[in-house]
């Protein structure tokens, strides 16, 4: 159980393209879901935080207009990198909550490179 | 003060040997505890949970709470290679989850 699916796994595409990635839990209903990056030999950085219905909540030094968030049911979360550019490149994760003080569960992550 | 702490590592043992890795947190009001492994290249991925005090086995693995001290640990037992990876701490309070930078352990052949 608690699964989450993530896509795409890879995506490879130039400067100034918007980029898509759909974060789905397959078998539970997500109440909170999570956008984490994370670069080469580094931690995990979390991004944002988005519950159903409501507007994402940015971690601090994250720009909530290039990276935007919809969470438009229980079962599916999307993180749009608008305008990517070579910096963004990075290794984006999405993780789900089913319920307050349960694991968050992981998708597999994506892996962004922008050229 | 970071929330979680960890150290960073990197943690090498033997094959065979316990790994021991630790964690400690500042919030007191904390209840779920969680151990993540992290293989390189790869999201992570929940091997242990923990909510009360004591010890909680599961396979080879052990996770030790002692909210008094405000402690959490991971044992290995029987270390194998492909137990090498990053291991995260992640500790929840008040629908807070704050995870660690994590250890990074070695388990040599």
């Known amino acids: 159980g608690a699964v989450v699916s993530q896509h795409p796994s890879w995506v490879i595409c130039k400067s100034g393209t918007s980029v898509k990635i759909e974060c789905r839990s397959l078998?539970?209903?997500?109440?909170?879901m999570f956008w984490y990056r994370q670069f080469p030999k580094q931690s995990l950085m979390l991004m944002a935080t988005?519950?159903?219905?409501?507007?994402?909540?940015?971690e601090q030094g994250v720009e909530k207009d290039k990276f935007l968030i919809n969470h438009a049911s229980l079962t599916l979360s999307t993180l749009t990198v608008t305008s990517a550019h070579p910096e963004d490149s990075s290794f984006y994760i999405c993780?789900?909550?089913?319920?307050?003080?349960?694991?968050?569960?992981f998708g597999d992550g994506t892996r962004l490179s922008i050229l | 003060q970071k929330e979680v702490e960890q150290n960073s590592g990197p943690l090498s043992v033997p094959e065979g040997a316990i790994a021991s890795l630790n964690c400690t947190y500042s919030d007191r009001v904390s209840q779920s505890f969680f151990w993540y492994r992290q293989y390189s290249g790869k999201s992570p991925e929940l091997i242990m949970s923990i909510y009360s005090n004591g010890d909680k086995e599961d396979g080879r693995f052990t996770a030790q709470l002692n909210k008094a001290s405000q402690y959490v640990s991971l044992l290995i037992r029987d270390s194998q290679p492909s137990d090498s990876a990053t291991y995260l701490c992640a500790v929840n309070g008040n629908n807070d989850m704050r995870f660690g930078a994590g250890t990074r352990l070695t388990v040599k052949p």
């Open positions: 078998d539970f209903q997500a109440t909170t």
């Open positions: 988005s519950n159903e219905g409501s507007k994402a909540t940015y």
């Open positions: 993780s789900a909550e089913g319920q307050s003080n349960q694991p968050q569960h």
